[in-house]
C-alpha cells in the first residue's frame, strides 16, 4: 500500500518566490521519509515563473500541483504595503481541494523539523488548529475576548470539511469586505473575528514568532504558553516564522535564526536555483539599514520634484 501524501499548499506571490522557495526546501529536506502533496496557489495568468518550485519539488520526491485560481472573487479586498491579495488564497481552501485536511505555510517561514506529528493531530471538530498571537491583543476591535484569543495564521492545519460545513471560507470573506477599517492583518484578523475562538490551540513550536525567540521565555508569555513548551519552542522548533517586517534577506534583520535562513538557500541546488536571480536579492540583505532608508528618502523625494514640475 502506498504511504499516505501529506497534503500542504502555499499561496505564492512572485515577490516571495525566493523565500518560498527556501520554505519548501526546508520542508522535504528535514521530512526525508515523508511524501507530500505540495499546492502551489497562485493568480491564473503568467504561472511559469512558479517552475523553479515545480522542479524542486519532483527532484526531492514529492508532487507539486500548480492551483490556478482567477483572483476575481478577492480583487476588491483591502490589501497592504506587506500583504497583497495572495493572503485571501488560503481562505479559498475548501473549494480548491479535495482532501479532508490540509497544511498550510506562509512563505516566510522555515520548516526545521518533522511535521508528521502535526499532520497526525486529531482536529475533532475543529475547523483549524493554531498558534496564539501573543502579540496582537487589541482584540476588541474585532469583537473578542481575552479567552477566546487570537491565532496566527501563518501556519495552520486545516479541516476542510468543517470549512466546507461551516461554508467558513464565504463568512471570512464577506468579513473582510465589510470591515476593511479594523483587520489591519487582513484574513488573519477575519479568520479570527468569524471564529470566535473556536480553534484548536498548538504549541509555540508549531510556530515560532519572532518575538518569541528568546534566551528565557517572559512572563508576558505564561498567559499563553506554558514555560516549558516555550523553552522547547526555543531551543527545538519545528516551525520558524519571521514575522514582522524585518526579514532574513531584508536590510537590518537581527533575528537570532537569519543565518539559518541563508545556510538552506545555499543548499538547495545549483539547477534549481539557476533560472531565479539571486543576485540582488543577496545583495539586498547585505546593504545597511541606513543606507537603505537614505536611498528610499532620496527616491521618494526626487519622485515628488518631478510630480510637482520642479528639477
Known amino acids: 500500500m502506498d504511504k499516505e501524501k501529506i497534503a500542504v499548499f502555499l499561496s505564492l506571490d512572485r515577490a516571495f518566490l525566493i523565500p518560498a522557495t527556501v520554505t519548501i526546501f526546508s520542508l522535504l529536506k528535514n521530512n526525508p521519509k515523508q511524501c507530500f502533496r505540495i499546492y502551489l496557489v497562485a493568480e491564473e495568468f503568467g504561472v511559469d515563473w512558479i517552475s523553479p518550485l515545480v522542479s524542486l519539488i519532483e527532484k526531492m520526491g514529492s508532487e507539486p500541483i500548480l492551483k490556478p485560481i482567477n483572483g476575481r472573487a478577492i480583487s476588491k479586498l483591502k490589501v497592504n504595503p506587506q500583504l497583497s491579495h495572495a493572503t485571501y488564497y488560503r481562505v479559498l481552501a475548501p473549494s480548491l481541494f479535495q482532501e479532508s485536511k490540509i497544511i498550510y505555510l506562509d512563505s516566510d517561514l522555515l520548516v526545521h ?23 496582537t491583543r487589541d482584540l476588541h476591535r474585532l469583537g473578542l475576548t481575552e479567552d477566546q484569543g487570537y491565532f496566527n495564521s501563518g501556519v495552520l492545519l486545516m479541516n476542510l470539511d468543517q470549512w466546507r460545513k461551516m461554508n467558513l471560507g464565504d463568512l471570512v470573506l464577506d468579513f473582510a469586505f465589510n ?16 471564529l470566535k475562538g ?19 521565555p517572559s512572563g508576558f508569555f ?20 519571521f514575522t514582522g517586517a524585518f526579514k532574513p534577506w531584508k536590510p537590518g534583520c537581527k533575528h537570532p535564526f537569519k543565518n539559518l535562513f541563508w545556510e538552506y538557500l545555499n543548499q538547495i541546488p ?8 539571486f543576485s540582488w536579492f543577496r545583495i539586498k540583505s547585505w546593504i545597511p539599514l541606513s543606507l537603505n532608508k537614505f536611498y528610499w528618502k532620496l527616491f521618494k523625494e526626487r519622485k515628488s520634484m518631478l510630480l510637482s514640475g520642479t528639477s
Open 113 to 135: 523539523g518533522d511535521i508528521s506529528e502535526l499532520w497526525e493531530l486529531d482536529l475533532e471538530d475543529f475547523p483549524i488548529a493554531a498558534v496564539e498571537d501573543p502579540f
Open 179 to 194: 470591515n476593511p477599517a479594523i483587520i489591519p492583518y487582513l484574513d488573519q484578523c477575519s479568520l479570527n473575528a468569524v
Open 198 to 216: 473556536n480553534w484548536l490551540r498548538l504549541e509555540p513550536k508549531w510556530n515560532l514568532q519572532t518575538g518569541m525567540v528568546e534566551k528565557e
Open 222 to 241: 505564561n498567559r499563553f504558553f506554558s514555560e516549558q513548551s516555550l523553552l522547547e519552542a526555543n531551543q527545538n522548533p519545528r516551525i520558524i516564522h
Open 270 to 277: 545549483n539547477e534549481i536555483k539557476s533560472p531565479i536571480d
